[in-house]
Nanobody, 123 residues
């Protein structure tokens, strides 16, 4: 079956870095664009970044531009989110997803989503 499994979250101080991974299986990974979204406590889902099948085009939310980098390895069937200069407002549960449209507000009813990995930013 289709699986997306996020990892790499944890506790980091403001200004620190984390790299999230999304290991996938059960589908032709290289035929799908991939996206990352996040949900802070008490808040709705927010698109963070997206990448085309070959990695040629990327998109970022204004709030993370210049700090986050999305990438993918089509041999390892894995998507990544490198997060640098983390801020307290970046604290959230981070999800990867496929079969979604970042032009629309994110919803779990569309596409396929992982279960998320927690990122905490605190001194």
């Amino acid at each position: 079956q289709v699986q997306l499994v996020e990892s790499g979250g944890g506790l980091v101080q403001p200004g620190g870095s984390l790299r999230l991974s999304c290991v996938t299986s059960g589908f032709a990974f290289d035929k799908y664009a991939m996206s990352w979204a996040r949900q802070a406590p008490g808040k709705g889902l927010e698109w963070v970044a997206a990448i085309t099948t070959d990695g040629a085009i990327t998109w970022y939310a204004d709030s993370v531009k210049g700090r986050f980098t999305i990438s993918r390895d089509n041999v390892k069937n894995t998507a990544y989110l490198q997060m640098d200069n983390l801020k307290p407002e970046d604290a959230a549960l981070y999800f990867c997803a496929k079969d979604i449209d970042i032009a629309r507000p994110p919803t779990k009813t569309d596409g396929t989503w992982g279960q998320g990995t927690q990122v905490t930013v605190s001194s």
